[in-house]
């Protein structure tokens, strides 16, 4: 098969975001700071933080950006049962298996 069969496709990038912007992890923190009713002050910089943050609120920020890239991660590794099996279905039905 030549490029040239494939040559009107688009590449569609599955994940076009990898990994969200500031802009993004500073509203999950937001939503979820004003959820949890966390106050003001520095005691969740140990718990939440990596010990660099100034305040509950950064540390909420450092907390969701490291469960954000952690979940996605997640969720790439956990859809590879499913990929493994499409791609299979795919090659048999190309190969005239099925």
Do not use: Y
């Amino acid at each position: 098969m030549t490029g040239s069969a494939h040559a009107g496709r688009r590449r569609v990038d599955p994940f076009p975001q990898k990994h969200p912007d500031s802009h993004q992890i500073e509203h999950l923190a937001a939503c979820l700071e004003s959820a949890f009713r966390i106050p003001a002050g520095d005691h969740l910089v140990g718990v939440l933080g990596d010990g660099s943050e100034t305040s509950n609120s950064e540390a909420l920020r450092t907390w969701v950006s490291r469960e954000v890239h952690r979940i996605q991660r997640e969720a790439v590794n956990g859809c590879m049962p499913q990929l493994a099996d499409q791609l299979h279905r795919r090659m048999c039905r190309w190969d005239g298996l099925v």
